[in-house]
């Protein structure tokens, strides 16, 4: 078993090689191809904090991988990240664990802004130019970076609550902290990162063709948009199982706003792209599937293999 | 985050220490104070194998414990151990991997060998002098001498369907390779240690007063005993939930041979003995509980915070 820290695994981390893989995954988990646990979860109240385990195997694939998150939400007053955990990259032929890729949640972090890149990617209107992050933690400043470089947008707006956390973020993105009425009047592609558990985007603040990438609502109680701007458009998602328990469609769908059966899996439309309409609203609700842990994992794990600078 | 090999961890193992934390997790568990995951599982086919993941919480302990365990059924052929894996020491305060046990399954028979002879301890007849065991596996073996040692029992008695195996650990045990007619009608204690999908011990093979360790089913499809054993007598579990999902119990309950209300969970009998009659025949179903890894992980890792010399 070797142990790999973080250092050594954002060293070993291709971008390209692991989006293309995070793609790809996508693709074989709507094709069936993948077995994907239900979570495992341990919850704490003093301090609130909790566990996650997820695991994903790919059928055939030599390695499956397991993975272990901790989130404990007062650790920023220890001075300690709020995050923790690692991926085990494990033998599917005869059990051994490979490699620990103790990656105190930054694999995660990675894998998590890969995906709202490629959902961007997949939905983003033909001429767009400006790119709306909602939030300003680690997941908007990397989305923004990720999504901006990937799609050659040229301006970034920020909104978030913490106006001075906005601002901070809008000058290392070379882009401008706005109102969030701004934001929804000037964004071509919206993207939300913020663990609200009330919407913060109306549907009156949505203006047609605009295009939305959801990825704040990873558990039960977590919501970002207005469930109406769902039903106004286009409802693309990570997992239709796991949305329906508790994306942004789970919201849509239980209010009677939309159908589960109108929603799409975001690697069949990366398999059989849909033409939308210039004026659709497209909206992609992410909350984040054990097989982009398998693919960021194994994709590290093949560079350490083949003896990439470490 | 410590990683801790096998050799390091069994010369910390202690096993008094160890016993008396699982004992006393038994209790905690039965008591409601645990907070126990559903299992996390993936199978594959080619080769057959699979990964358990289990976890396991204490109210207000300092520490919680994930434990993954892979099985690879073929791996002997390659002379590779069948089991393993690693128990993660998690702090409960902030979520730091404090220790990775690279236990490779030895903790998991160790406290699976420590459930038998606990179990085997609260429900023995006094007076009894034959342990009888039913398998010559590494359960059999650690079941074996761990329950003589701490019971004092005088006589071993194997049964495999090996005979060379059975011969092998009669002779490693200062035991008597027996047939399993002989064994029953001879032993005043009987622990069953084997992955059989069919029983093994038939009702009119068990003679009044007989007392069974049962540790074989504990996954759906297996089981060692004809469940009438288990409506002549009474039936202690370690966990109702579990017994009655895939223990000999569920056998037992589906065949509406004995209702679920009547099983005895085994912290509540530590907790508050029951005076079984000498006649009474008493089977304990173990399908192995994740509070089980949790105290031998804790109690290995506190070994090595106290500077056991490892």
Known sequence: MKVVNVEEILTALDEDAALAAVESGF????????????????????????????????????????????????????????????????????????????????????????????????????????????????????????IKRLLGLESVLIWARNGKRASALASEVRGEAVSLDDLCARADLIVTTTPSTEPLLGVDMIKRGTRIVAVGADSPGKRELDPRILARGRTIVDSIAQCVDHGEAGWAVRAGLIEASSLIELGTLLDAPVAFLPDDIVVADLTGVAIQDFEIAKSVWRRLQSGARV
């Open 27 to 146: 693709k074989r988990y709507s094709a069936g191809q993948t077995q994907v646990s239900p979570v495992l979860h341990l919850g704490f109240t003093e301090p609130p904090g909790d566990c996650h385990v997820k695991a994903a195997a790919v059928a055939g694939d030599e390695v499956f991988v397991v993975k272990l998150a901790t989130g404990f939400y007062r650790n920023p007053e220890l001075n300690l990240p709020t995050s923790n955990g690692f991926m085990a990259v494990i033998s599917a032929r005869n059990g051994e664990i490979l490699a620990l890729l103790h990656d105190q949640g930054h694999l995660t972090d990675q894998r998590t802004a890969m995906a709202g890149a490629i959902a961007a990617r997949a939905i983003v209107r033909p001429g767009s130019s400006t790119l709306g992050i909602v939030g300003a933690g680690t997941q908007a400043r990397l989305q923004a970076k990720l």
